[in-house]
């Protein structure tokens, strides 16, 4: 605990001392028995270690809430019958917390012994942190320990006060939480997602405040999610709400509002910024009209994009297949970083603000600003339409910005959703669910021809199939949706890839050779992934249990083209939910290119996904947003 400047119970001398353990023992009763321990086995390697080194040890806790007041349904009695059980010794139980009975069993107690007092809330003073009601707690001992995570942050007596009167360390249970929540905060993983349950707001105010300036997302359930649905102005009926604090929630939305939700969802939270393939290559990988972005991109393209990120303090690497990623792996560095620039610029930057009409000058000849829904007129020199596409509608991209382009008689494109994963025919695709196939060739047909050939990574789910190979996949399918609707699209999987048929029959021929009494079942595991074995051999029709030594050439040879060929059938694809990006939008013939200009109004431009362009996955798309944004910034 060193490192978090903590003392736990490792680090004093316990031996022949009287050591009162706050713990917690919360647990659920029923009819007088516990339905429960958890709480109290969590609580035994404190407990084990203190009697190993001979001290005396006195447990406190509380259970309920009884209120100040003596009552017997919230005695902890079974709590000490069950410490007796788990620790193979008599635990004493006082009739009470600081009476005369806890005061004889604690003087009375020999090395290594363990009582337990009664419930501490039968004291009201308890819930006070009253001085005095402390003071005499703390009398019953000679060093303090708070093993009882589930309550240290209540200003308690038994959890607070009686710190001040004797020398306080942490137990393992403690130790461990504070350990794991110290790296977390100090250095977590990305995306960092913290879940906050309870009651009542007022006991999480430092929390929550604290953690919006470290988490990517905050999660608030339990009771005290009603007081922030209220303070958005929704009914919540008699649920629990605490009606003092909307203020409070209002002003914590506020602040947890950030810039660049989609940026924070690429790259699986990392943030794919950009590709770095030379950049006269890019443009090939751009599937809908590339020939729109040669005038921006020889002014700003994917090599300007990383010399302009390690300019401004953001350290970059590239990976697999030349995408880019920043150095830390996390997407909020990227928006920070990207943040600071504007503050820089002294962009103001305007939250839970809608904008409802573009205004243009009486000839509708220019844009002139923009009418918010709450009826506010904002004017300027010229208005930049950034507003994404239709996908992932939670991070912004609502289609808004559509709507905004009619107004000025821009036409649109019709719109679909486009690295998207596939649903399948197939049933057996969520047995397989979760399972990642990588180095696999992946083949699309329709009756007629192949229009899609990759190699990388596949992965099956509950609905179907989806990865980077079938992400990419499926912006070739824009042309073929007649082909999609009558069920003749075909997927092939090529399983074994880096072998002709020829090498294939060789290697299954060998391991036919060693393995000839096992069951072609066991066998398969050296060629392919255990959860898809049950499956490939259904395809093939030869049972699980069937001997090596009992196939067939003709089997053999039917598992051979299964291999090189595994059919799937496509059944449709996923909606704009999990659409990375939008294929169709503003017509880009309606746009200068060299400006992102519109052609039908002066001073609108138009910026990143909002335009008819898209991408395979990669960072090609982002880097479509910072090539027309540049342009479309420089320009207006």
Same mark, same amino acid.
């Given at each position: 605990?060193?490192?978090?400047?903590?003392?736990?119970?490792?680090?004093?001398?316990?031996?022949?001392?009287?050591?009162?353990?706050?713990?917690?023992?919360?647990?659920?009763?029923?009819?007088?028995?516990?339905?429960?321990?958890?709480?109290?086995?969590?609580?035994?390697?404190?407990?084990?270690?203190?009697?190993?080194?001979?001290?005396?040890?006195?447990?406190?806790?509380?259970?309920?809430?009884?209120?100040?007041?003596?009552?017997?349904?919230?005695?902890?009695?079974?709590?000490?019958?069950?410490?007796?059980?788990?620790?193979?010794?008599?635990?004493?139980?006082?009739?009470?917390?600081?009476?005369?009975?806890?005061?004889?069993?604690?003087?009375?107690?020999?090395?290594?012994?363990?009582?337990?007092?009664?419930?501490?809330?039968?004291?009201?003073?308890?819930?006070?942190?009253?001085?005095?009601?402390?003071?005499?707690?703390?009398?019953?001992?000679?060093?303090?320990?708070?093993?009882?995570?589930?309550?240290?942050?209540?200003?308690?007596?038994?959890?607070? #006060?009686? /710190?001040?009167?004797?020398?306080?360390?942490? +137990? !393992?249970? @403690?130790? =461990?939480?504070?350990?794991?929540?110290? &790296?977390?905060?100090?250095?977590?993983?990305?995306?960092?997602?913290?879940?906050?349950?309870?009651?009542?707001?007022?006991?999480?105010?430092?929390?929550?405040?604290?953690?919006?300036?470290?988490?990517?997302?905050?999660?608030?359930?339990? #009771?005290? /999610?009603?007081?922030?649905?209220?303070?958005? +102005? !929704?009914? @919540?009926? =008699?649920?629990?709400?605490?009606?003092? &604090?909307?203020?409070?929630?209002?002003?914590?939305?506020?602040?947890?509002?950030?810039?660049?939700?989609?940026?924070?969802?690429?790259?699986?939270?990392?943030?794919?910024?950009?590709?770095?393939?030379?950049?006269?290559?890019?443009?090939?990988?751009?599937?809908?009209?590339?020939?729109?972005?040669?005038?921006?991109?020889?002014?700003?393209?994917?090599?300007?994009?990383?010399?302009?990120?390690?300019?401004?303090?953001?350290?970059?690497?590239?990976?697999?297949?030349?995408?880019?990623?920043?150095?830390?792996?996390?997407?909020?560095?990227?928006?920070?970083?990207?943040?600071?620039?504007?503050?820089?610029?002294?962009?103001?930057?305007?939250?839970?603000?809608?904008?409802?009409?573009?205004?243009?000058?009486?000839?509708?000849?220019?844009?002139?600003?923009?009418?918010?829904?709450?009826?506010?007129?904002?004017?300027?020199?010229?208005?930049?339409?950034?507003?994404?596409?239709?996908?992932?509608?939670?991070?912004?991209?609502?289609?808004?910005?559509?709507?905004?382009?009619?107004?000025?008689?821009?036409?649109?494109?019709?719109?679909?959703?486009?690295?998207?994963?596939?649903?399948?025919?197939?049933?057996?695709?969520?047995?397989?669910?979760?399972?990642?196939?990588?180095?696999?060739?992946?083949?699309?047909?329709?009756?007629?021809?192949?229009?899609?050939?990759?190699?990388?990574?596949?992965?099956?789910?509950?609905?179907?199939?989806?990865?980077?190979?079938?992400?990419?996949?499926?912006?070739?399918?824009?042309?073929?949706?007649?082909?999609?609707?009558?069920?003749?699209?075909?997927?092939?999987?090529?399983?074994?890839?880096?072998?002709?048929?020829?090498?294939?029959?060789?290697?299954?021929?060998?391991?036919?050779?060693?393995?000839?009494?096992?069951?072609?079942?066991?066998?398969?595991?050296?060629?392919?992934?255990?959860?898809?074995?049950?499956?490939?051999?259904?395809?093939?029709?030869?049972?699980?249990?069937?001997?090596?030594?009992?196939?067939?050439?003709?089997?053999?040879?039917?598992?051979?083209?299964?291999?090189?060929?595994?059919?799937?059938?496509?059944?449709?694809?996923?909606?704009?939910?999990?659409?990375?990006?939008?294929?169709?939008?503003?017509?880009?013939?309606?746009?200068?290119?060299?400006?992102?200009?519109?052609?039908?109004?002066?001073?609108?431009?138009?910026?990143?996904?909002?335009?008819?362009?898209?991408?395979?996955?990669?960072?090609?798309?982002?880097?479509?947003?910072?090539?027309?944004?540049?342009?479309?910034?420089?320009?207006?």
């Amino acid at each position: 605990m060193s490192a978090l400047n903590k003392k736990s119970v490792k680090d004093i001398d316990v031996s022949g001392k009287r050591v009162l353990v706050r713990c917690d023992f919360n647990v659920p009763l029923q009819d007088g028995k516990i339905t429960s321990d958890k709480r109290i086995v969590a609580s035994l390697p404190t407990i084990k270690y203190l009697i190993d080194h001979h001290a005396k040890v006195i447990l406190c806790s509380h259970l309920g809430r009884p209120k100040g007041e003596f009552k017997p349904e919230f005695s902890l009695a079974p709590v000490a019958a069950r410490l007796s059980e788990l620790l193979g010794q008599d635990v004493k139980m006082a009739k009470d917390v600081i009476g005369d009975s806890a005061k004889e069993l604690a003087a009375g107690l020999k090395d290594g012994e363990v009582m337990l007092l009664e419930n501490v809330r039968f004291h009201a003073e308890e819930t006070k942190n009253d001085p005095a009601f402390s003071k005499a707690l703390a009398s019953l001992a000679d060093i303090y320990v708070n093993d009882a995570f589930g309550s240290a942050h209540r200003a308690h007596s038994s959890t607070t #006060g009686v /710190a001040d009167y004797l020398p306080a360390v942490c +137990g !393992y249970l @403690v130790q =461990k939480e504070v350990s794991i929540m110290g &790296k977390a905060l100090a250095d977590p993983e990305r995306p960092f997602v913290a879940i906050l349950g309870g009651a009542k707001v007022s006991d999480k105010l430092n929390v929550i405040n604290n953690l919006l300036e470290k988490v990517d997302t905050l999660i608030i359930g339990g #009771g005290m /999610a009603y007081t922030f649905i209220k303070a958005q +102005g !929704y009914e @919540v009926g =008699k649920s629990l709400c605490d009606d003092s &604090k909307l203020d409070y929630c209002k002003e914590m939305m506020a602040k947890a509002e950030k810039l660049g939700k989609k940026l924070f969802i690429t790259g699986k939270g990392r943030c794919n910024i950009t590709n770095a393939c030379p950049a006269e290559e890019f443009l090939t990988h751009v599937v809908t009209n590339p020939r729109f972005l040669y005038s921006t991109f020889s002014q700003f393209n994917n090599e300007d994009m990383i010399e302009y990120l390690e300019k401004i303090g953001l350290p970059v690497k590239t990976e697999r297949g030349q995408r880019v990623f920043p150095q830390s792996d996390r997407s909020s560095d990227v928006i920070q970083a990207l943040k600071r620039e504007c503050e820089k610029g002294r962009v103001k930057i305007y939250y839970h603000t809608e904008v409802k009409e573009l205004l243009f000058n009486e000839e509708k000849d220019q844009c002139v600003g923009v009418l918010l829904s709450d009826g506010r007129k904002m004017e300027g020199d010229s208005v930049i339409l950034a507003c994404g596409g239709f996908s992932y509608a939670s991070t912004g991209s609502d289609g808004a910005g559509y709507i905004l382009a009619k107004q000025a008689g821009h036409k649109i494109k019709s719109i679909e959703p486009s690295l998207v994963p596939f649903e399948m025919k197939e049933n057996w695709c969520k047995e397989l669910m979760g399972l990642t196939l990588k180095n696999v060739m992946v083949r699309i047909k329709t009756k007629k021809k192949t229009i899609y050939e990759g190699f990388g990574e596949f992965l099956f789910t509950h609905f179907g199939v989806s990865g980077p190979l079938v992400l990419t996949a499926s912006t070739c399918l824009g042309k073929y949706q007649k082909e999609l609707e009558a069920g003749e699209l075909k997927l092939f999987l090529d399983l074994k890839a880096s072998l002709t048929p020829e090498q294939l029959d060789k290697r299954f021929l060998r391991e036919f050779d060693t393995y000839r009494n096992k069951n072609i079942s066991n066998v398969m595991e050296r060629l392919l992934p255990k959860k898809m074995i049950p499956v490939f051999l259904d395809m093939a029709q030869i049972p699980e249990d069937k001997k090596i030594r009992d196939i067939s050439k003709k089997e053999r040879r039917r598992m051979i083209e299964l291999m090189k060929n595994f059919e799937m059938h496509i059944s449709g694809v996923r909606g704009f939910n999990e659409a990375i990006v939008t294929r169709g939008g503003v017509n880009v013939k309606e746009i200068n290119p060299a400006t992102m200009e519109s052609k039908k109004v002066k001073h609108l431009f138009f910026a990143g996904e909002i335009m008819d362009l898209d991408a395979v996955t990669g960072g090609y798309n982002l880097q479509i947003a910072w090539t027309t944004g540049y342009a479309a910034g420089k320009n207006a």
